[in-house]
């Protein structure tokens, strides 16, 4: 390569790019020296670490967010017929894991401003079959959480949240993670810290935090761990028919470098979020995230609206964007119009809606603020609608 073709070549914006260095690969060498890769005192250590995160008494790591958030629904004993109230503007693991626990999922639409689940439509959904509502931070943004306990606390409604996105994120300077009975949370590749795969369940009810332990083991009451510290003739029993979902001690010490990122990961990702805001605050055809008062969110995802000014569509927008070498994905799906869930007919015009007019932007720690100002120029010298000068 020449000199003057380096000049000239943009390096390439990542959508997403989990952040991961130097510390996370020590404590991974650590644990394989260690032999103890699953099962071991590193998963006890994560969890410990991420429930003083949330403010909550217990964390259980799972494999994912899928197999957690089916532990609790299973272990809550949903029966055929019962029914959880669910946003359909979501990714479809948050409705798939209700059809894997036997129940049915009731969509309830968004609020239009927030893209999170419209608590006055949850009131309208409940019926008596309703065990359980599964509110969804979407993006990263908190839910109306007090709204939804307003409705579920005096009807015995459980509530699940999906935080899968809302690690570090605060509601009325509350963590997630300490408003539910019951926060699941993700740590898959494109999350806000990550194991690559992996979930994390966060609750202050103890008795379920041991039998999710239990579960998540096949049913095994004791760890592999405890067993190998108590005596020869200590055996395990199995009160229940469990599962695995288990996480690893590979991923815990991975997990353990990424929440010492985490303070700076949220603190880089609010500064890509502030230019693009600050650089598109004034263009009439697209719509910023709307963050109400008091919710402070972590940026998991930056997504906009193309409002009815623009002249281009959103997909002629990304394959715009995509030509220009900034990469981008439409904005959440609506699962109700996936295969599955067509049969439901239901009717959700502010969620569909939603889904066909918005689109993310690159949004991760290491944008540059070269990479954020190129973005925002091209969005601006490329709004072919009504500008505000
Ligand atoms: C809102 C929401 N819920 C659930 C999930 C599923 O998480 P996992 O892939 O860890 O099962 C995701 C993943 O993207 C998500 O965004």
Not at 82 to 90: A, M, R
Not at 261 to 270: G, P, V
Not at 286 to 309: A, C, E, K, Y
């Amino acid at each position: 390569m020449n000199a003057s073709s380096e000049t000239f070549i943009t390096p390439p914006i990542a959508f997403s790019r989990p952040w991961l260095g130097e510390e996370e690969i020590r404590a991974v060498t650590e644990v394989l020296q260690s032999r103890w890769i699953v099962g071991g005192p590193k998963l006890a250590e994560f969890e410990r670490r991420w429930a003083a995160c949330c403010g909550a008494e217990r964390a259980v790591g799972v494999s994912s967010w899928t197999t957690g958030a089916f532990l609790v629904l299973h272990a809550w004993g949903l029966q055929p017929g019962d029914e959880v109230i669910v946003p359909s503007l979501t990714f479809i693991a948050s409705v798939n894991v209700i059809v894997h626990a036997g129940a049915t999922p009731v969509f309830a639409e968004i609020d239009p401003h927030t893209w999170n689940i419209d608590p006055e439509d949850v009131a309208r959904k409940i019926t008596p079959r309703t065990r359980v509502i599964m509110p969804v931070d979407q993006l990263g943004l908190p839910c109306d959480m007090d709204a939804i306990h307003a409705l579920a606390h005096p009807r015995g409604i459980r509530v699940l949240e999906d935080a899968a996105c809302a690690l570090g994120s605060r509601n009325q300077e509350r963590p997630v993670g300490s408003l539910a009975e019951v926060t699941v949370f993700s740590l898959h590749a494109r999350k806000i810290v990550t194991t690559g795969e992996g979930g994390m369940i966060v609750t202050n009810d103890h008795v379920l935090a041991d039998r999710l332990t239990r579960l998540r083991h096949q049913g095994m009451s004791l760890s592999d761990f405890a067993r190998h510290q108590a005596s020869p003739t200590t055996f395990e029993n199995y009160p229940e028919v469990g599962y695995n979902a288990r996480m690893t001690d590979l991923q815990a010490a991975i997990g353990l470098g990424q929440m010492d990122r985490l303070e700076e990961i949220l603190k880089r990702r609010r500064q890509v979020a502030e230019s693009y805001r600050a650089g598109l605050a004034d263009l009439a055809w697209l719509r910023l995230p709307h963050v109400p008062t008091g919710m402070t969110p972590n940026w998991q995802s930056f997504q906009i609206g193309i409002g009815p000014d623009s002249l281009l569509t959103r997909n002629q927008w990304m394959e715009r964007l995509h030509a220009a070498g900034i990469p981008t994905r439409r904005g959440v799906m609506a699962a109700h119009l996936e295969p599955p869930y067509r049969s439901m007919n239901a009717r959700l015009p502010r969620t569909e809606n939603a889904a066909d007019n918005t689109l993310q932007l690159p949004i991760h720690p290491e944008m540059t603020p070269e990479q954020t100002a190129r973005i925002v120029t091209f969005l601006r010298s490329n709004g072919t609608g009504n500008q505000t000068p």
